[in-house]
């Protein structure tokens, strides 16, 4: 057979390339973006409509473009940045391949005015779906604006594909934030759908990472810089009091270019070891400055993955950095609270921090630890989680874990000498606990109350009068006459408080406590627009929540059954990092998407002990429920044994 093989046409060929490039509307804006920089603007506005949907454009006062140019940017390969393939490794620019803007008119409306400096008119040119529509002069002012309108037009499978607005536009917001931490002796500007949502200033990394995300994160940066050789590490990492249970202010720069790493992450989440809280993760935004030929940018289409020459001694220099910061800066307090040195200090450091001696003292515990050597990037993933250590438990489902504070013995958690214990290591193993002693150990007791009236949807005759046993603070172990089951606490008690979230909210009847002294929170930007946006349905869950400003927000009022009073600003952050993790992952409406947050966040969690009562109570309300296997995420929440199984372990 022949004529199988056939060159596809030019217009297709280009959308199949654009899949690579573009992906959504925040990849139009990642690459113009950075097109704006790499041209020399210093006044940067991003004007989105519709989450991108229906426009996208950026405005710059850079060099500008040709006649010439202007219509030649829009071919596939055609770039200013290299000229040989030796170029792609000392690469210094963020848009080298010359595919972006060809991939963005394959798939959309675009128009382009730019104007140089010594020109007295400028270009206007008009692609659609990689053809050229229009190319005539225009009067402009000096630099370049791309307007993308109608993105996917001409391919409607994939604009359905398309999340919701809600979600499309944070991840708009998400490349808006990252290109501006990344830049921050420059100015930007971000409107959508007519509202001005930032408007930076040039300044220092400090004051940009406070104008993003919020004046209350001005008290909890700890500044990070080391030099060696062939590199610099600066930045800023958090405190370890304000940890987060969600990875979402964490960014990773090389040579201005956000990136992703586990492996880096690893070292960050290593040096915070001991002072972190079980899955907590802290805020750090880090910039590694390298040779160019130390590192390859062209292993992936977003660039958002590079590779290292010698990974191991990046790791080894970043782990060092923050042992060092958080040794020397995060026990210092303050002298002067009524005078905010981190924002009005003159100096052109990007810190603008108190001067702090960089000569490392011998005695810190920071330089006598050796840390262990972690596994390299290649198997990196299975162990890149947040900060480990200082687990601890709580008795009552409704009090979040405090965060461990640094303890006055902090020094001894790096040490590594070894220490002769004076007694036996028989000593060591405690004596067993029987189960009365783990009832008096249990100084809280959750408010669970037994459902003595209902059935559990077991089969009759299956629930036999046995006390349930608690197995390594997670799952109860109940044994039934068909063999026995293991419930998930968290999950079961996350079914529970969902369906009774569910019942009030149906009866209009979630009822509120009103706060004695009401309390003001700030959140940063992004934050609270989400959560003006979601506010109604929250104060239907029984808050009363009011905007006052920007970025300010009164609490009066939070539900009844929650004992959380004191802890709004944590209670409030932690429920939007779970509603928005909620509504990537669930396909549920809003007010569904805030009632499984809520239940989340009030439920029981893992590592903390129940009494006998406790448990009973929980397996009682579980089987109550009306779809007691599976939490309101999905997770199942009990696994059944059955003797016949058992016995086929044993070789029965």
């Given amino acids: ?52 949907s229906s426009l996208i454009q950026v405005v710059d006062n850079g ?89 996917f037009y001409n391919i409607p499978a994939r604009r359905k594909f398309l999340k919701s607005p809600k979600i499309e536009n944070r991840h708009v917001l998400d490349e808006f934030q990252r290109v501006a931490l990344s830049n921050a002796n420059l100015s930007f500007s971000y409107f959508s759908n007519g509202s001005e949502i930032f408007r930076l200033p040039g300044s220092n990394l400090r004051r940009r990472i406070v104008g993003i995300l919020g004046r209350t994160f001005n008290e909890r940066l700890i500044p990070v810089e080391e030099e060696a050789d062939f590199l610099r590490i600066y930045g800023f990492i958090g405190k370890p009091e304000f940890s987060r249970r969600s990875r979402g202010d964490q960014f990773f720069f090389v040579n201005n270019r956000f990136i992703r790493s586990n492996y880096l992450h690893h070292a960050v989440s290593n040096a915070y070891e001991g002072l972190l809280s079980e899955k907590s993760y802290p805020l750090y935004i880090l910039f590694i400055d390298i040779d160019p030929e130390r590192i390859d940018i062209n292993v992936h289409p977003n660039k958002q993955e590079i590779k290292f020459d010698d990974e191991r001694v990046i790791y080894q220099l970043l782990l060092a950095a923050i042992k060092r910061s958080l040794g020397t800066f995060s026990l210092t307090p303050m002298l002067d609270f009524d005078r905010d040195v981190n924002l009005t200090s003159g100096s052109n450091s990007p810190f603008d921090t108190p001067p702090v001696s960089k000569t490392p003292d011998s005695t810190s515990p920071f330089n006598r630890s050796t840390p262990t050597m972690p596994p390299t990037s290649r198997d990196s993933n299975s162990s890149s989680g947040g900060g480990k250590g200082g687990g601890h438990s709580s008795n009552s489902p409704f009090n979040r874990p405090q965060i461990k504070r640094i303890p006055s013995n902090w020094q001894d958690l790096y040490k590594t000498e070894e220490v002769e214990l004076p007694i036996s290591k028989e000593e060591l193993i405690p004596p067993p606990v029987s189960q009365s002693e783990e009832v008096l150990e249990t100084s809280k007791t959750i408010t669970l109350q037994s459902q003595v009236n209902k059935q559990p949807v077991l089969a009759l005759g299956e629930v036999e009068q046995f006390a349930p046993l608690q197995l390594h603070s997670q799952y109860i172990l109940y044994q039934i006459k068909s063999g026995f089951i293991l419930v998930d606490q968290q999950a079961a008690h996350e079914r529970i408080l969902y369906e009774k979230y569910q019942g009030m909210v149906h009866q209009s009847k979630i009822p509120s406590q009103q706060l004695l002294f009401p309390s003001t929170i700030e959140l940063p930007r992004a934050d609270a627009l989400l959560l003006k946006d979601i506010l109604p349905d929250i104060n239907a869950l029984g808050y009363d929540i009011r905007a006052e400003g920007e970025e300010q927000f009164v609490v009066y009022g939070i539900p009844a059954d929650i004992s959380k009073v004191g802890e709004e600003q944590q209670v409030i952050e932690h429920l939007i990092e779970q509603y928005q993790r909620n509504t990537a992952d669930l396909q549920l409406d809003r007010r569904e998407q805030l009632l499984c947050t809520l239940a989340y966040g009030n439920s029981i969690k893992k590592g903390q002990r129940l009494s006998v009562e406790e448990m009973q109570a929980l397996i009682d309300q579980l089987f109550a429920c009306k779809a007691p296997y599976a939490s309101p995420r999905g997770k199942r929440t009990l696994i059944t044994y059955h003797l016949e199984e058992i016995e086929k372990l044993f070789g029965g």
């Fill in 63 to 151: 060099k500008g473009m040709s006649e010439e140019d202007a219509r030649l940017c829009f071919e596939r390969h055609a770039t200013s940045k290299i000229s040989e393939a030796t170029d792609l490794f000392a690469i210094k620019t963020l848009g080298f391949r010359g595919e972006a803007l060809a991939s963005i008119a394959a798939v959309a409306q675009v128009e382009l005015r730019t104007r140089q400096a010594g020109s007295e008119v400028g270009t206007r040119v008009v692609v659609e779906g990689s053809v050229l529509q229009l190319q005539e002069p225009c009067q402009c002012p000096v630099g370049t604006s791309i307007a993308v309108k109608n993105i």
């Fill in 1 to 52: 057979m022949s004529g199988v093989i056939k060159m596809l046409p030019d217009a297709i060929a280009n959308q199949i390339a654009a899949g690579e490039v573009v992906r959504r509307p925040s990849s139009v804006v990642k690459e113009l973006l950075e097109n704006a920089i790499d041209a020399g603007g210093t006044s940067i506005k991003l004007i989105v409509k519709d989450a991108g």
